[in-house]
């Protein structure tokens, strides 16, 4: 964050003593400078130069990740054509104890009948490849109706108190159901099963797994490389699957582009091999 401090930085808040000591009274620890005043503005110095970057209260960390919500909706407005340049807005909400990535975007007036599902689709995809982020909610709104200030600034907080009371002009949205509690299964309830239930008992455990990682459910035999999983992910189901199953997958099992169906498939075979034998099989 950017602190300044010198003869032109006022003295605080007109009668808003608390307020004034937050923003206006800053110091460093240890050190004898200050107070300095708090601008809210991220940045860095670089040669001598100040280079401001964003705003500290819009930055979204997900996953200890932190994400530029400008980065975001950039990406976003270039994934497909239907979408009005400069009119998105990317924030975070909380859902299940984690926070999770909104995306709302206005369409250009003249797109206003395309697919909403091949946009947000297309807005998932870019995210997922270009920041590794899975995004909780997809909203299309109508052109001209994305809440901004009197200079034409878009208001990040404004659209997401928006978002969380149902007010929004939608023209179509795509929200990912909420995360169940993983479903337990044991080698042992997963050897006794007849053999042609085996699949999808597997498919399930995994799809449970799955949504207790992303946050959200995944859709149905999703291709698990454009879920958004990144390495601890990966190897939080890997870990999962060992533990609780017996079964050995290669970390990239879940990061490539197969479906959750042939993962399952590769996963079989080693219920009738030995433990160690399935493990090296799997390496």
Known sequence: EIWLAGPS?????????????????????????????????????????????????????????????HDIEQTAEQSHPAL???????????????????????????????????????????????????????VLIKPGSIPKTSSGKIQRYACREAFLSGTLDVIGESVLASSAAPEALTRAQLLAADPAERAALLEAFLRAQLAAELGAQAPADPLLGQLGLDSLRAAALQYRL????????????????????????????????????????AE
């Open 9 to 69: 930085v006022a003295q605080g808040y007109w009668r808003q003593p608390d307020a004034s000591a937050a923003t206006f009274g800053a110091r460093i620890a240890g050190e004898d400078g200050g107070p300095y005043l708090r601008t809210g503005d991220l940045g860095f110095l670089d040669g001598g130069e100040l280079f401001v970057t964003g705003r500290r209260k819009d930055l979204i960390i997900i996953r200890g990740r932190n994400h530029y919500p």
């Open 242 to 281: 060992e533990t609780d199953l017996g079964l050995a997958a290669p970390m990239t099992w879940f990061l490539d582009d197969r479906r959750l169906s042939e993962l399952v498939a590769a996963l079989l075979p080693q219920l009738d091999a030995p433990l160690r034998e399935a493990a090296v099989q």
């Open 84 to 138: 009005r340049p400069g009119g998105g807005a990317a924030f975070a909400i909380e859902r299940d104890g984690a926070e999770q990535l909104v995306i709302v975007h206005e369409l250009l007036r003249e797109q206003r009948h395309a697919d909403p599902a091949a946009v947000a689709a297309a807005i998932r995809q870019a995210l997922l490849a270009e920041h590794e982020l899975a995004a909780y909610a997809v």
